[in-house]
């Protein structure tokens, strides 16, 4: 999906269409609307960022903010400076997910087989599928592919009023590279006999698995372009990056990718986290941190229930103001998606870690994943109130 949470986010004010918009504020940061008493016409102010102060990220941005530089985990005080003009929208996930889960909807009513990647990505396996289309009768099947993107990308914009962007490749190496050569709203494809000419000009970096150590290490070694890097020995990657990741190198530059589209990925884990726009104090702030407690532990059930499973292992990560990080797990003896259940594990792992210092980052996890179907049929425990933690407000 192309700047998928942006997007979302014009939909809902189309009057910012053309201008740099970038999410990644807190509430703060919301539209405020006002109503003209002569006319009844709903009038919104946005917040801009130039006057931004604090320590938050952006989520993505509109390509119009992308042209400033303004790209996504840039410090939003760093992409003031950037772009002081740019309006500064909150993020709203649920928005966001009710969309995700839009367009993989509209993509499945025509091409079933479907590997979900992400809230905004998919690979799609196209062997087999048709379309009827004006040309339809032309045995090519990549002019086939052709047309099934097309019928893709008609049914999500019909669907979610959003564009995306298809690349159509033999694997999913080359997709994923091809996917984002002609965005927003492109369509893109890549045959095997066109891998020398589209994609070995372009970046090292491009390659999804190879990111900036190896890119400077492969700099280091004069190899910049995919294409260098196929034509590149094959003996001198296996010396500086190991027999396994130099082997898969040469594959990949080569456009060799034998993964299959995997339709049923078990998730390792679910979490939630979020970074403080200040740091804050398990004393002075509190009830301000337990209220965020408690709605990071519910926010992973709702989850965990949604895509069907319950966890044994719930996890907290903490991070101080001075960066250390520190993470704690607790096993319980039934596996749960319960927000009580998560509430009361994650507070005793909160329990053994030092809260002298301010914290920046808390997050919440759950692993040891079990689809909910698969458990045995016994009775679950009823869920107790959760013990106070050292984040409760009460004793």
Request: net charge positive; hydrophobic share 40%.
């Amino acid at each position: 999906m192309d700047a998928f949470y942006a997007s979302v986010e014009l939909l809902r004010y189309p009057e910012l269409r053309g201008q740099p918009v970038v999410i990644g504020g807190g509430r703060r940061h919301a539209p405020e609307e006002t109503v003209d008493p002569l006319t009844g016409e709903t009038r919104r102010t946005f917040a801009t960022l130039r006057n931004y102060v604090g320590r938050g990220v952006a989520t993505t941005a509109t390509y119009e903010a992308r042209a400033f530089g303004v790209h996504s985990a840039l410090g939003l005080m760093k992409a003031a400076a950037l772009a002081p003009d740019a309006i500064l929208l909150p993020v709203d996930f649920d928005a966001y997910r009710k969309y995700s889960r839009r367009f993989k909807a509209a993509v499945a009513t025509i091409a079933p087989k479907i590997q979900d990647n992400g809230i905004d990505e998919i690979y799609i396996d196209l062997t087999g599928v048709r379309v009827v289309a004006q040309d339809d009768g032309d045995d090519d099947p990549w002019w086939q592919a052709r047309d099934v993107a097309k019928a893709i990308k008609a049914a999500v914009r019909d669907a979610t009023g959003l564009a995306c962007s298809i690349g159509v490749a033999p694997n999913k190496l080359l997709a994923k590279i091809s996917s984002e050569l002609d965005k927003p709203d492109g369509l893109t494809i890549v045959r095997p006999a066109d891998v020398e000419a589209r994609i070995w000009p372009l970046p090292a970096r491009r390659i999804n698995g190879i990111g900036p150590k190896a890119t400077a290490k492969l700099e280091a070694l004069g190899i910049r372009t995919i294409g260098e890097l196929a034509l590149a020995d094959p003996r001198q990657l296996v010396e500086h990056f190991g027999a396994h990741y130099g082997a898969w190198m040469v594959d990949a530059a080569h456009g060799r990718d034998e993964r299959p589209v995997m339709t049923e990925l078990e998730p390792k884990s679910i979490s939630r986290e979020t970074t403080f726009e200040r740091d804050l104090s398990a004393t002075r702030d509190r009830a301000q941190l337990s209220r965020i407690f408690t709605d990071l532990c519910a926010g992973v059930s709702d989850d965990l229930k949604r895509k069907g499973y319950v966890g044994k292992t719930i996890g907290l990560k903490l991070r101080y103001d001075n960066f250390q990080t520190v993470t704690r797990d607790r096993t319980i003896a039934v596996p749960t998606n319960d927000p009580h259940e998560i509430r009361r594990a994650a507070g005793d792992c909160l329990k053994r870690v030092p809260l002298e210092r301010r914290i920046r980052l808390l997050g919440v996890r759950v692993t040891a994943l079990l689809p909910l179907g698969a458990m045995r049929a016994t009775a679950a425990p009823i869920a107790a109130e959760p013990t106070p933690s050292l984040f409760d407000t009460h004793e």
